[in-house]
T-cell receptor, first 113, second 111 residues
Framework: AAGVIQSPRHLIKEKRETATLKCYPI?????VYWYQQGPGQDPQFLIS???????DKGSIPDRFSAQQFSDYHSELNMSSLELGDSALYFC????????????FGPGTRLTVT | RKEVEQDPGPFNVPEGATVAFNCTYS??????FFWYRQDCRKEPKLLMS???SGNEDGRFTAQLNRASQYISLLIRDSKLSDSATYLC????????????FGSGTRLLVRP
């Protein structure tokens, strides 16, 4: 079965640079979520989109922004990167008819040096 | 106090053993409950949703007690491949799709 696709899988950036992470949800899923998992931490919810509109917002820094496009893929834009932004960034998708079940992509490992 | 609390383990059990994980959550408005497993440096994978009536999927049984705000996962006949971290997950509150993760319980199944 098709899964959530994320790109790139690994990314190395320097402080103050920008990064763009992409997420392609499972076909026919209408909602996309972004999570950040720091080393030894739980995944923390950042933001979500339903039918291309922002539906929920968590602990996302003002330096980050995200959007969902007409083909339902989503991009997380990160600017003025800091060392503390180094983490695994997961995208998940769901279909609102399926009891909130969220399926996660393999993640993008971001390292800020 | 964390919103979702789990015993961090690790639980070290022999193959074939039965092991139980427990979890408590603090937000009584939470409506959706899940168990995910996460292997080292990989994505969380949905193991099962948890319903008030309890549900079973092969060797895995999940229970929910809303009055006590308590969730459990029972794994019977443990396999080596069950070794992973098991995450208790709830939604933030009524109508919210934001998931709150516990810190996970690590399971090691030995031969």
């Amino acid at each position: 079965a098709a899964g959530v696709i994320q790109s790139p899988r690994h990314l190395i950036k320097e402080k103050r640079e920008t990064a763009t992470l992409k997420c392609y949800p499972i076909p026919r899923h209408d909602t996309v979520y972004w999570y950040q998992q720091g080393p030894g931490q739980d995944p923390q919810f950042l933001i979500s989109f339903y039918e291309k509109m922002q539906s929920d917002k968590g602990s996302i820094p003002d330096r980050f922004s995200a959007q969902q496009f007409s083909d339902y893929h989503s991009e997380l834009n990160m600017s003025s990167l800091e060392l503390g932004d180094s983490a695994l960034y997961f995208c998940a998708s769901s279909n609102r008819d399926r009891d909130y079940e969220q399926y996660f992509g393999p993640g993008t490992r971001l390292t800020v040096t | 106090r964390k919103e979702v609390e789990q015993d961090p383990g690790p639980f070290n059990v022999p193959e074939g053993a039965t092991v139980a994980f427990n979890c408590t959550y603090s937000n009584s408005a939470s409506q959706s409950f899940f168990w995910y497993r996460q292997d080292c440096r990989k994505e969380p994978k949905l193991l099962m949703s948890v319903y008030s009536s309890g549900n079973e999927d092969g060797r895995f049984t999940a229970q929910l007690n809303r009055a006590s705000q308590y969730i459990s996962l029972l794994i019977r006949d443990s396999k080596l491949s069950d070794s992973a971290t098991y995450l208790c997950v709830v939604n933030e509150g009524d109508s919210s799709y934001k998931l709150i993760f516990g810190s996970g319980t690590r399971l090691l199944v030995r031969p």
